[in-house]
């Protein structure tokens, strides 16, 4: 199969090129932009576009092997949805993650970059639409977040979160705020959506208990 449209588990390739990259989070239905700048990961885009169109973005193991850091074992496999390429040769490209996999094996390959043995079975799920559930407190969730802004001194659009629906708002808000990889990392690997909810319910009271350093300007949350 090459590019084209993923459904089912059986859709999605068996082997898929990796892209480490610690402190960035790509969840199912959400897009994550890109700037590939590096040999090696511009050999790997150039690669996916001829192929399946498909990149697994997954963290690395902290503390470990700079020159090959160790892979943590749950990614999520985005598709290229768009991309130009720059005057000096870069590719900003747009990926939609799809599904999110476990690593069975990471493979001896001759190309620069990294590929691995995906297992995708225990996120069947993934495939499914984000909906607005009719179990979300939000008045909980929203005052949740409202300190934990204020303890990081950042301000959103709150108009936007007191209208988006429950499951987009949380996967948008768990990619974009300030969390440390291995919190992203317990986002990512969060079974469901509702577990989702309350990880991130969660990370943020403890994050809002913590103290701070001298209060700065509310900076905008982009």
């Not at 429950?166 to 990619?175: F, G, N, Q, R």
Request: net charge negative.
């Amino acid at each position: 199969m090459t590019s084209g449209k993923f459904r089912t588990l059986s859709d999605l390739p068996p082997v898929i090129p990796v892209f480490p990259l610690s402190g960035v989070l790509m969840l199912p239905h959400s897009q994550l932009p890109l700037n590939i700048f590096e040999p090696r990961y511009l050999n790997m885009f150039d690669d996916a576009m001829a192929s399946h169109r498909v990149i697994g973005m997954i963290q690395t193991v902290p503390g470990s092997d700079r020159a090959r850091p160790d892979l943590v074992k749950v990614g999520c496999l985005g598709q290229i949805n768009s991309f130009s390429e720059t005057p000096d040769g870069r590719y900003e490209i747009i990926l939609t993650g799809l599904c999110r996999f476990h690593i069975a094996e990471e493979l001896s390959v001759l190309t620069p970059y990294r590929q691995v043995k995906a297992d995708y079975r225990s996120y069947g799920d993934d495939f499914l639409p984000l909906e607005d559930r009719t179990d979300f407190d939000r008045p909980r969730f929203l005052a949740a977040l409202k300190r934990f802004l204020d303890h990081q001194g950042l301000e959103i659009d709150w108009g936007g979160a007191k209208a988006a629906p429950s499951e987009p708002l949380v996967a948008s808000l768990a990619a974009a705020l300030p969390f440390s990889p291995a919190e992203r990392q317990a986002l990512l690997e969060a079974l469901s959506p509702a577990d989702r909810r309350e990880v991130l319910l969660a990370l943020m009271q403890i994050n809002a208990a913590e103290p701070r350093g001298d209060d700065d300007a509310p900076t905008p949350l982009q």
